[in-house]
Antibody
Framework: EMQLLESGGGLVQPGGSLRLSCSAS????????MGWVRQAPGKGLQWVSS????????FYADSVKGRFTISRDNSKNTLYLHMNSLRAEDTAIYYC?????????????????WGQGTLVTVSS | EIVLTQSPATLSLSPGERGTLSCRAS??????LAWYQQRPGQSPRLLIY???NRATGIPARFSGSGSGTDFTLTITSLEPEDFAVYYC?????????FGAGTKLEI
């Protein structure tokens, strides 16, 4: 069974940093693109970033470009999101999600399945 | 950026009825549209991709249609577990964008 387990969320002050992790199991991790999607409390979904299966291709939403970095360690079946210069508007549940179509670089850019999410709160 | 507008914001129906949800794109996305379901307290789930293809394990009562700028998610004979929030998403151009969602309530 495919599983995605996020960790690393928590309370951080504005301007601070945080690293989120997503541990994957139940599939050949390196064969699939992965992404991060966030959801502010009570709000809708916002795509944050995507990375290809081989880690060579990345894309970011304008709102996080230059502040967030997506990466992956295929030997550890783990996806990361390094977040710097955090702002109050970054407060959200961060979900990692798997692309349903295998591809060495970016895949279909659909998302399924999703992890359970990890909450990031940016506040002083 | 492509803006996806979902309507209605809230749809009130009863179990057994037919639900029709709309998603309109600010410019053509051809068939590059997906639908997701998010039940209360749960993560989103992929229902439909490429406008009309059901994802693995999705019941046949869910169907998607449309192309270009206008898309529809139809749920025939609503089950109690179908009452949730539904989002559309486009992949035609970067950045990937989601609609604001339609809440399907009893």
């Amino acid at each position: 069974e495919m599983q995605l387990l996020e960790s690393g969320g928590g309370l951080v002050q504005p301007g601070g940093s945080l690293r989120l992790s997503c541990s994957a199991s139940g599939f050949t991790f390196s064969s699939f693109a992965m992404g991060w999607v966030r959801q502010a409390p009570g709000k809708g979904l916002q795509w944050v970033s995507s990375i290809g299966g081989n880690g060579a291709t990345t894309f970011y939403a304008d709102s996080v470009k230059g502040r967030f970095t997506i990466s992956r360690d295929n030997s550890k079946n783990t996806l990361y999101l390094h977040m710097n210069s955090l702002r109050a508007e970054d407060t959200a549940i961060y979900y990692c999600a798997k692309d349903p179509i295998p591809a060495a670089s970016l895949g279909s850019n659909w998302f399924g399945p999703w992890g359970q999410g990890t909450l990031v709160t940016v506040s002083s | 950026e492509i803006v996806l507008t979902q309507s209605p914001a809230t749809l009130s129906l009863s179990p057994g009825e037919r639900g029709t949800l709309s998603c309109r794109a600010s410019q053509s996305v051809t068939s590059n549209l997906a639908w997701y379901q998010q039940r209360p307290g749960q993560s989103p789930r992929l229902l439909i991709y490429d406008a009309s293809n059901r994802a693995t394990g999705i019941p046949a009562r869910f169907s998607g249609s449309g192309s270009g700028t206008d898309f529809t998610l139809t749920i025939t004979s609503l089950e109690p577990e179908d009452f949730a929030v539904y989002y559309c998403q486009q992949r035609a151009t970067w950045p990937l964008t989601f609609g604001a969602g339609t809440k399907l309530e009893i």
